[in-house]
């Protein structure tokens, strides 16, 4: 299987370096000194695995014409321009598994909807100072047809990933698992920014939780309104959030606070370890484009456009 990645960030190192390792035919997609840095010393992953492997890397995407699969991982913000340069691509599937949903629609535009797959990993690392990318949490690699069903090009994805030493699963509900992620996330990643905590504080803290249980609820509210089900799959259960009084809500979110405390104290979202660096956040197309939907939908979210507000205020200034 030929299998092009876009972007050598964590996600991108992980799993390029999984099916490289695994004998799968890999081109990566990187540029500046990443992929300077790759070409030199390949692909090293420490952590919950420790390997290295040399990986081809192309810094000029106009070069590659044909690929069985596209799997994009950039910073949604890198999203439009990454494509630009891919149109030319002819390819079986793409899929991508950034944060949020709008990326599917941003995929089906270039590529159409018949080969776009929705996708969702559940993973988390980052890339450390020597270059290496330290894994430390993996949970599983979910795909599938959108917005629902499966297929035989999704089961041999999941093949292919399940032989490399991911942990991959076809998912006949996808948009539900994208969906659920996403609004699970967005309360995560705003309190992170916000207040600069390790996870497990911002959640089991009495008055961090009350925002976190607002920013979930709205943006259920929404996936209500475009007639999309959640699930409890992620660490906070956001089917149950969005069902229950606001009250319950907050101590359902201050439980997985402690859960998550006792499972990994240090965790600091991939968001904040982005500002901490001194680099720019993913904004505008995930709160962004939550705003946009609900404005389309008619539904209000006043938190989620007051965390917006302040979020975009201080991604200016990074």
């Known amino acids: 299987m030929k299998i092009i990645v876009l972007g050598a ?35 090293t992953i420490t952590g919950l ?43 079986g599937c793409v899929l991508s598994v950034q944060n949020g949903v709008m990326k599917n629609e941003q995929l089906a535009g270039v590529f159409g909807e018949d080969k776009t797959l929705g996708a969702v990993t559940i993973f988390s690392g980052e890339v450390i100072k020597d270059g290496a990318v330290h894994f430390t949490f993996h949970d599983c690699f979910y795909i599938g047809e959108l917005p629902n069903g499966s297929s035989e090009r999704v089961k041999s994805l999941v093949d292919c990933l399940n032989r490399s030493g991911i942990n991959a699963k076809a998912a006949a509900q ?6 659920t992620k996403y609004v699970s996330w967005l309360g995560l990643m705003v309190l992170s920014v916000l207040s600069r905590l390790e996870t497990c504080k911002f959640l089991s803290d009495p008055d961090t939780a009350v925002i976190v249980a607002r920013i979930t609820r709205e943006a259920a509210s929404l996936a209500a309104s475009l007639g999309i089900p959640l699930e409890d799959t992620t660490l906070m259960p956001v089917k149950t ?47 962004g484009y939550a705003i946009a939907k609900a404005s389309n939908q008619g539904v209000p979210i006043p938190t989620i456009e007051t965390c917006y507000r302040l979020i975009a205020g201080i991604n200016r200034f990074v």
């Open 241 to 287: 959030i969005a069902e229950v009084s606001e009250e319950e809500a907050i101590e359902k979110i201050r439980a997985s606070g402690v859960m998550m405390k006792t499972k990994s104290p240090r965790h600091k979202l991939s968001t904040l370890q982005d500002l901490l660096r001194g680099r720019h956040l993913e904004v505008e197309e995930t709160l």
């Open 49 to 91: 695995v420790d390997f290295n492997v040399p990986c081809s890397v192309e810094t000029d995407p106009r070069k590659i014409d044909t690929a069985d699969v596209l799997m994009v991982t950039v910073k949604t913000y890198d999203m439009e321009s990454a494509l630009s340069s891919l149109g030319h691509l002819e390819v």
């Open 9 to 43: 960030g964590v996600m991108g190192s992980i799993i390029a370096g999984h099916l490289t390792r695994a004998g799968e035919d890999v081109t990566v997609i990187a540029r500046g000194e990443r992929a300077v840095y790759l070409k030199k010393h390949g692909i």
């Open 174 to 179: 996808i948009q539900t698992t994208e969906w």
